[in-house]
């Protein structure tokens, strides 16, 4: 019975830690929906086409003719020009100087894209938003100041909103972020190109369709852009993470057939030990059919017992494992996270049943003469 | 007695197909036993006697002839048949008592009531029968072990006579005791040979087969009286 004990606990356990990491990456990624990124494409390539397809920009940007031909190409889906930069900052008389991502957003687009946990959304060049992990880390508050630049040489800007908290994101990462007007990033960092294209799908419209219209459209002759769907992305992040948790399951399961071997043996001696008494049984009219039962409940038994202690154990070893390595148990009591704990134990009983068959068909079959004589 | 044999054997012939070359342990065998008989067997060792008690008991099957139980074939009996056959209408009684060393005295002779009936059985039959067989009430919850030779066989006999079989089948029922706890057994068998239990005992005992009011002899697989 240890055996299945084991094997169940490894099975489920694996599962479970399996099922948590899925769960805590899910929570942790962030997509707002369905969302495409465009990047301007950093590698090879050849000459500087112009008209019809992309036009190739040399410093690692979007010009704002690209963004236009991919607004074009995308609606009524809608496209999000990004800015992004980092600079030094400061956040009050006295206060330590930071470094921190600034985002450029056009005041139309930001509640598009962004949710605010407290505050308001900013339209003046003199505002901004902040992350909520930039908020917590630094005690800022609505109405705060934060300096930005050496010495504040590039402007003082008031927080006007705290953005929720969105973990790590496909399009921008806001938590340790800030995010300022399109218009004062221009004026600030004399830059006009764009860093990233969000495009936002649109409810019911099919994102890898709108990232092989935006390719299509752009790099027709020379790669420009880098696309990607942050849904197929996600896709491919959760395949991973079930197939080493399919993978590290299977090894559990490779102990679970050792423990069946076990039960095998054990069934196997029972027989052995009780040739007499079956020799018994059947000399005094009992049918082959119940001598093979007795045995069947016997292994079942063990089964059953063993993948009941198992499966407790196992969601006590998730929970420790949960602890430690996730610094949360939230995700070890929920649906997805039983389904490892009861294919577990019903392979359990599987296994047992499995192979209690033979030692069982075997009692039954033997002939009570033999049976009877035998010491 | 009414007229029909309770057991017959006609013309059967066992034989055991061995490597070395086949064993015929019954060669044309034919007896009856009436209703109500006590019959002892007796025969020296390798004369066929447990072949006899085999078949008698349904355990084994005839190479060829047939025997009939009050009057059934068993020739043509699958082997659900005869386990029901054996169940029903034979009661075993072995040298070595076969008791289930886990289940104590009442869950040993009402099991094959529950065998038949195929649910929990009123213990009280199981009672009544052992009170039959002379076995002290306060013994009834005893495990075999706890209990003497001679009231294990007691017990052993009481789980024979359960469902009310028409014979008693007995392997040197004597074998494993001392001679005056096998009188009292011999006794015992007497008695409900005398209300009319029909008794086939297998026996190298000559004394003990005195008890009995019929002998056969059986040599080589004949019988030979």
């Not at chain 1, 999000?80 to 957003?105: E, F, R």
């Not at chain 1, 007007?181 to 830059?191: A, E, I, P, S």
């Not at chain 2, 209300?195 to 005195?210: F, L, N, Q």
Request: proline letters at 3%.
């Amino acid at each position: 019975m240890l055996g299945i004990v084991i094997g169940v606990v490894a099975i489920a356990s694996m599962g479970i830690l399996g099922n948590s990491l899925v769960l805590s990456v899910s929570d942790s990624l962030h997509t707002v929906g369905d969302s495409v990124i465009v990047s301007p494409y950093a590698g090879g390539g050849s000459g500087f086409g112009q008209g019809g397809g992309g036009v190739r920009s040399t410093s690692l940007k979007i010009t704002d003719q690209q963004f236009q031909q991919i607004q074009r190409a995308v609606a009524p889906n809608i496209a999000i020009p990004v800015l992004q930069t980092s600079d030094i900052m400061k956040l009050g008389v006295g206060s330590d100087t930071i470094v921190a991502p600034i985002y450029g957003l056009n005041p139309d687009d930001v509640s598009k894209i962004l949710n605010l946990k407290a505050g308001s959304y900013s339209r003046s060049d003199s505002g901004c938003l902040v992350g909520s992990k930039f908020a917590d880390d630094h005690n800022v508050k609505v109405g705060s100041r934060i300096s930005i630049g050496t010495d504040g040489d590039k402007g003082t800007l008031r927080v006007t909103g705290i953005i929720e908290e969105r973990g790590i994101s496909f399009d921008i990462s806001t938590d340790s972020a800030i995010v300022v007007t399109q218009n004062w990033f221009d004026n600030t960092y004399n830059r006009s190109d764009y860093d990233t294209v969000v495009v936002k799908v649109n409810q019911g419209v099919d994102s890898a369709v709108v990232k092989t219209t935006i390719e299509k459209q752009m790099n027709k002759r020379d790669k420009v852009v880098s696309v990607m769907d942050s849904k197929a992305t996600l896709a491919t992040i959760f395949s991973a993470f079930g197939a080493i948790t399919t993978f590290v399951s299977a090894i559990g399961g490779i102990s679970m057939i050792v423990a069946g071997v076990s039960i095998f043996n054990i069934m196997m001696m029972s027989v052995t030990e009780r040739i007499k008494e079956i020799g018994i049984m059947r000399s005094i009219g009992t049918q082959k059919r119940e001598i093979l039962s007795m045995f069947m409940y016997e292994a079942a038994i063990l089964g059953i017992v063993g993948s009941i202690i198992g499966a407790v154990l196992s969601i006590l070893a998730g929970y420790a494992v949960s602890a430690l390595l996730l610094n949360t148990t939230k995700y070890l009591f929920v649906w997805s996270s039983a389904i490892p704990v009861i294919e577990g134990a019903c392979f359990g009983i599987v296994i047992s049943l499995a192979c209690g068959i033979y030692p069982a068909w075997r009692a039954a079959n033997l002939n009570p003469i033999d049976a009877l004589r035998h010491e | 007695m009414d007229d029909q044999p309770v057991m017959e054997f006609r013309n059967v012939v066992k034989v055991y197909p061995l490597p070395s070359g086949d064993v015929t342990a019954l060669d044309g065998v034919s007896f009856r036993v009436a209703r109500g008989e006590f019959i002892s067997i007796m025969g020296p060792s390798g004369s066929g006697k447990s072949t006899l008690l085999n078949l008698m008991g349904c355990l084994d099957t005839p190479t060829s002839g047939d025997i009939f139980i009050s009057g059934t074939r068993t020739g043509d009996m699958s082997d659900i048949e005869l386990t029901n056959l054996r169940r029903d209408r034979i009661g075993f009684i072995f040298q070595y008592f076969n008791l289930f060393p886990l289940l104590n005295i009442i869950e040993n002779v009402t099991f094959p009531m529950m065998l038949k009936s195929q649910k929990e059985v009123d213990p009280e039959k199981g009672r009544e029968v052992l009170r039959s067989v002379q076995l002290e009430d306060n013994l009834f919850t005893h495990t075999p072990t706890e209990v003497s030779g001679g009231q294990q066989q007691r017990v052993s006999i009481a789980r024979a006579l359960i469902n009310n079989p028409d014979i008693l089948l007995c392997d040197e029922p004597t074998g494993n005791l001392d001679s005056k706890t096998g009188d009292g057994i011999m006794e015992l068998m007497t008695d409900l040979n005398r209300k009319g239990t029909t008794i086939i005992m297998v026996t190298h005992d000559s004394h003990i087969a005195e008890y009995s009011r019929r002998t056969i002899r059986i040599a080589d697989g004949r019988i030979v009286t």
